[in-house]
């Protein structure tokens, strides 16, 4: 079973601007989340989509907003582009119906640099 | 108080010996604990799930939860250079329905 895949693996952006992430969860995983990782803050919680539904939202400004479609594919945009963005930002997938052990798997990442 | 603190190290363990890595985490409705390892420029790769006090073995691998204590701890038996990572201790909130990472402790294995 493909892992969880995310596009692209790097990318350059300048102060101001706006970026898009995508996210493609394993096969049958219904439950999305996005998370920031910084080497000062560690990994932190963004937020996580179900059938296409915010279901819970960290402590992050308005500017970061994602959604899922109805092939569980998820992306993230972040807008008007800020130095501290720079970051890797990691989607992980989850089975997120009954039976589910909680239990995430993480894409290889989309590391943003930004200038 | 983090809600789930791990000793960022770097911690530096023979080869061979035994590696020890500790969590705390402050909610006591915690029920899903996970130890992630991640190399460096690498994404968080799962190790273990635990769910019940006691000791879950996997290979060179233990994890213990002592949910009296809100504690968790990650043994790694015969450490082999290729253990040299960060390992991030993971508590899943059901409440607030949210995975959440401590710091990461840095281990290094020296041969």
């Known amino acids: 079973k493909a892992g969880v895949t995310q596009t692209p693996r790097y990318l350059i952006k300048t102060r101001g601007q706006q970026v898009t992430l995508s996210c493609s969860p394993i096969?049958?995983?219904?439950?999305v989340s996005w998370y920031q990782q910084t080497p000062g803050q560690g990994l932190q919680f963004l937020f996580e989509?179900?059938?296409?539904?915010?279901?819970n939202k960290g402590n992050f400004p308005g500017r970061f907003s994602g959604r899922q479609f109805s092939n569980s594919r998820s992306e993230m945009n972040v807008s008007t582009l800020e130095l501290g963005d720079s970051a890797l930002y990691l989607c992980?997938?989850?089975?997120?119906?009954?039976?589910?052990?909680?239990?995430?798997?993480f894409g290889p990442g989309t590391r943003l640099t930004v200038l | 108080q983090k809600e789930v603190e791990q000793n960022s190290g770097p911690l530096s363990v023979p080869e061979g010996a035994i590696a020890s890595l500790n969590c705390t985490y402050s909610?006591?409705?915690?029920?899903?604990f996970f130890w992630y390892r991640q190399y460096s420029g690498k994404s968080p790769e799962l190790i273990m799930f635990?769910?019940?006090?006691g000791d879950k073995e996997d290979g060179r691998f233990t994890a213990q939860l002592n949910k009296a204590s809100q504690y968790v701890s990650l043994l790694i038996r015969d450490s082999q250079p290729s253990d040299s990572a960060t390992y991030l201790c993971?508590?899943?909130?059901?409440?607030?329905?949210?995975?959440?990472f401590g710091q990461g402790t840095r281990l290094t294995i020296n041969p």
């Open positions: 993971a508590v899943y909130h059901q409440g607030a329905q949210k995975l959440v």
């Open positions: 992980a997938s989850r089975l997120g119906v009954a039976g589910d052990t909680d239990t995430q798997y």
């Open positions: 096969s049958g995983h219904r439950s």
């Open positions: 989509y179900f059938s296409e539904t915010q279901r």
């Open positions: 909610d006591r409705g915690s029920q899903s």
């Open positions: 635990i769910y019940s006090n």
